[in-house]
């Protein structure tokens, strides 16, 4: 319950006076709905059903002089009052669920915002080590059971509200009934106490559940390709068929929960109205009007109590999405890579010029803190500004790790990176990324035209900015063959392209950046020699105007880097031009080369 107590807090900071007047707002129609009780009162006196001077509502005095008007008149004011009652407790109503909307729809809002820009600032390692569709599921499912559940706080807070005044009106007209009602209430809330239990519980399979459906669905529609040529759309079906059995069972087993706690507390008024009614019988000497009362004050509050109940048990099951979304907050405000990253609109536009280079000193770095050998080893790199450095090496050997330490996506576990020849902080490092176009060995495009994608780097870019870009891809002249050129959709709703096409673009969005570093991996792996090869004349035309590290997938792209590096498990094993490399006999390098060789004959 803590983890709800504390986004209620959160809530009332929020809303401030609001959510208060709200509350109050309950009360009061909770009050007005007691007077059109009361007003019943009367009107059964009038039917004569009740007679008002036997005593009994001897609390109600002040109605007799009403007794004294005509018939029609006693019954016209009543009616009156009736409408006037209902129709202000109405309108007071309309007005706080409205008020309540409002609020909640706010911070909702607010804590959308929240957590996706608390996401969106998380470090690169926050993201390593989590899963996607977790991180939807959460922003999605999660965070609306969070919603709902502060949702049901508010009316729980109201219904606690409503029926105090219920008691309070019930031990007014009469004490020694409400107490033993209250008695039998509390007595019942103890003996319910496992309900409550055990709704959390589900409410945890809800959570797992739901993360598990969302993860496997996003994984076989992403791989939808592969499930289909592997022909594994049965097993995929069997596993929906396990999931949704559990979801169905997790599902029935809260529907049976919640009517279990009801019954319970319904059979449990029947017989205590039974053995009140009997003892009144058998015991004392009651008359009927009192039974009367006996159950209206019965049928009053025990409705109340088990409103509660059932709110506290939604409640409940709500708990574990308060917590998935308090520990994700934490996780991602441990892993901001800068408080200010979104909120400094001044940093944005402040680009941090390199004059001599980047250089790594005896930099290590593991993913995984408990591996005995690390990713990198001990590298010491310069690369110089306005240069071209190439990194190679087999695969997996850690060059893709190196381009995320230069990035700043990761940070050395030992060693340092130094700019400039002076150490890089990670304020600096942040300013730095916004020199820099990175081009991953996946391009990845949003689901918009090719000119959004290209203007999304860059507002402002005019036509002849963004034709340049493409031309410098050699993607102009497949994107002029587009139905819609520059303006085709592509992706999920648009055109498809070959892995080959979308990298070019990918490399244009990078260009129409206008970096000053531009860093490349394995970025025209996809590529035909021809279109790869054109596009290698391009980078060694920026030489000298821009700072380029090229992870080379295939080695004659780098005849004209000023410096070659080549990275073997994790260590830097060799470095300097590619004729030096090349001629290195038994070196790695050679070696590389001559399989390649080997396998493309030049
Ligand atoms: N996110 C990760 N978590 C754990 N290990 C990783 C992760 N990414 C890469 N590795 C491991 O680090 C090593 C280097 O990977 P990488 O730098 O991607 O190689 P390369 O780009 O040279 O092919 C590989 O052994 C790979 O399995
Ligand atoms: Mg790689």
């Not at 009740?50 to 004011?77: A, E």
């Not at 909702?108 to 470090?123: D, K, P, W």
């Not at 708990?319 to 996780?331: D, G, M, R, S």
Request: charged residues 20%; glycine residues 6%; neutral net charge.
């Amino acid at each position: 319950m803590e983890y709800i107590v504390q986004y209620v807090k959160r809530l009332f900071a929020f809303s401030g006076i609001a959510l208060y007047i709200n509350l109050l707002g309950m009360v009061f129609t909770s009050l007005l709905e007691s007077a059109v009780i009361l007003l019943f009162i009367p009107m059964i006196a009038y039917s004569g059903i009740v007679d008002l001077n036997s005593g009994l509502l001897s609390n109600l005095d002040f109605l007799t002089p009403l007794l004294q008007l005509p018939t029609v008149w006693i019954l016209v004011v009543i009616l009156c009052f009736y409408i006037v009652i209902v129709g202000l407790q109405n309108a007071i109503h309309r007005s706080v669920t409205i008020r309540n909307a409002t609020i909640q729809q706010s911070f909702s809002r607010q804590l959308r915002h929240e957590t996706y820009c608390g996401l969106l600032q998380a470090n690169w390692t926050f993201f390593l080590g989590k899963r996607r569709s977790d991180l939807v599921n959460l922003l999605t499912s999660e965070l609306q059971r969070v919603i709902g559940g502060l949702n049901l706080f508010v009316q729980f807070v109201s219904s606690i509200l409503f029926t105090l005044i219920q008691i309070a009106l019930a031990l007014w007209v009469s004490p020694e009934l409400t107490l033993l009602v209250l008695i039998c209430g509390v007595a019942l809330a103890l003996l319910s106490r496992g309900f409550l239990h055990k709704s959390k519980m589900l409410g945890r399979q809800t959570s797992e559940l739901s993360k598990a459906y969302l993860g496997g669905i996003t994984d076989q529609l992403n791989g939808i390709k592969d499930v289909k040529s592997n022909a594994l759309e049965q097993s995929r079906l069997t596993w929906l068929q396990r999931l949704t059995e559990k979801m169905m069972q997790e599902n029935l087993a809260s529907v049976k929960l919640r009517m279990n706690s009801q019954l319970l507390y319904k059979l449990s008024s029947a017989v205590l109205i039974a053995l009140f009614v009997f003892a009144a019988f058998r015991f004392f000497d009651t008359r009927g009007d009192q039974l009367l009362l006996v159950v209206l004050i019965f049928g009053r509050l025990w409705p109340r109590f088990l409103g509660i109940q059932s709110n506290l048990e939604q409640m409940s099951a709500s708990v574990p999405a308060f917590k998935a979304l308090h520990e994700i907050q934490q996780q991602y405000d441990s892993a901001a890579e800068l408080p200010s990253l979104l909120q400094s609109a001044h940093s944005q536009n402040e680009l941090l010029s390199m004059r001599t280079g980047m250089e790594l000193q005896n930099v290590s770095f593991r993913y995984d803190p408990h591996s005995e050998t690390p990713t990198l080893q001990d590298i010491n790199l310069f690369l110089p500004v306005n240069r071209m450095t190439a990194i190679v090496g087999r695969s997996g050997a850690g060059k893709s790790t190196l381009v995320d330490l230069l990035l700043g996506l990761i940070r050395p576990d030992s060693g340092c990176i130094l700019l400039d020849q002076e150490p890089l902080s990670i304020e600096q490092h942040l300013a730095i990324r916004r020199s820099i176009s990175y081009v991953a060995q996946e391009p990845f495009l949003y689901n918009m035209s090719i000119r959004d994608n290209l203007m999304m780097v860059r507002p402002d870019a005019t036509e002849e900015q963004l034709w340049e870009a493409l031309a410098f891809s050699s993607s102009d002249d497949f994107v002029r063959n587009l139905p819609q050129a520059i303006d085709t959709i592509i992706g999920d709703r648009g055109i498809r392209l070959s892995g080959g096409e979308r990298q070019r673009l990918v490399l244009a969005r990078a260009m129409i950046r206008q970096p000053s570093i531009l860093i490349l991996d394995e970025a025209t792996s996809a590529l035909d020699t021809e279109n790869e090869r054109k596009i290698q004349e391009a980078i060694d035309r920026l030489k000298g105007s821009m700072t380029v590290i090229v992870v080379a997938h295939r080695l004659s792209t780098i005849r004209h880097a000023d410096q070659v590096v080549v990275i073997e498990n994790g260590q830097l094993v060799q470095k300097g031009t590619f004729a030096d490399l090349a001629s290195e006999n038994g070196g790695v390098f050679a070696q590389l080369l001559k399989h390649q060789e080997e396998a493309v004959p030049c």
